[in-house]
């Protein structure tokens, strides 16, 4: 309903009311309202009768006469040494994190034994929000993994969380699937012994399902796209390591296809 927002003064004696509403996994979808005032009250939406509240439009002139031709990135290219604004981290990132090499560099990151454990808990995932229904990622990377429990992935996190990752093993690459919740260590639910250096991993979602991928074939099982606290579900990119790790991982390019069944 219309709450935690603002009713909006716009010329010509007319007004609205910016809000969100909740979509679960999918975040917190923004809504602009017209509003009518019914004897000093504002009723928001599309009022069928002035003794009842509103109900939202199904669809509706556009209220604010404003032109833009800003757009949210949904892919990244890395391309200039730059990362497009897309993305969140659960810290503030410092150096230690990232840096460029021809793609996004990521540092097989140790911050703790329990976001060692447990990804959820870990201040250097990138992560961006959804932005479709229906869609498809692409990441490629090259690996360059040095010490034992290096690693580099793809997630989907929520409070619930799928995870695709490559970790060195006793020298020997694992393709793994990890399952996680909030509070929780990662469980590995798939494990697969790899050779290549240079990968392609992948996720499919769908009405709120998905699965991953390597290098364009499905593989593991399907999860439920789970909401964060208090957020919506993202998903996005790594690289972690143990105390010792100096090893990384150089992201080529993060491909999102919208709509994508």
């Not at 003794?51 to 890395?78: R, W």
């Not at 789970?226 to 993060?254: A, E, L, M």
Request: glycine share 8%; net charge negative; aromatic share 14%.
């Amino acid at each position: 309903g219309p709450h935690q927002g603002a009713l909006i003064d716009l010329p010509d004696d007319k007004w609205a009311f910016i809000h969100f509403q909740d979509k679960g996994a999918y975040g917190r979808i923004v809504h602009l309202e017209p509003v009518k005032w019914c004897s000093g009250w504002p009723l928001c939406g599309d009022v069928k009768d002035e003794l009842l509240c509103g109900t939202p439009v199904d669809e509706y002139d556009y209220l604010v006469d404003v032109e833009s031709d800003y757009k949210i990135d949904i892919s990244d290219n890395f391309k200039n040494n730059k990362m497009s604004l897309m993305w969140q981290t659960p810290a503030n990132k410092p150096k230690d994190f990232y840096s460029f090499d021809k793609g996004l560099k990521l540092n097989c990151y140790y911050h703790n034994e329990d976001s060692h454990k447990a990804l959820n808990l870990a201040p250097n995932v990138f992560l961006t929000k959804i932005s479709s229904e229906h869609f498809k990622v692409f990441t490629k990377l090259k690996l360059s993994l040095i010490n034992d429990e290096d690693e580099s992935g793809l997630t989907f996190m929520g409070f619930k969380y799928g995870t695709i990752l490559v970790r060195l093993i006793n020298g020997k690459k694992h393709l793994l699937i990890l399952e996680g919740a909030y509070n929780e260590v990662d469980r590995i639910i798939y494990d697969e012994e790899i050779d290549d250096d240079e990968i392609t991993l992948n996720m499919y979602f769908k009405d709120l399902v998905y699965q991953f991928g390597f290098n364009n074939r499905r593989i593991g099982p399907k999860f439920i796209a789970d909401r964060g606290r208090w957020i919506g579900g993202k998903y996005g990119i790594f690289s972690r390591g143990n105390k010792n790790s100096c090893g990384y991982s150089v992201f080529k390019y993060f491909r999102v296809i919208n709509n994508a069944k």
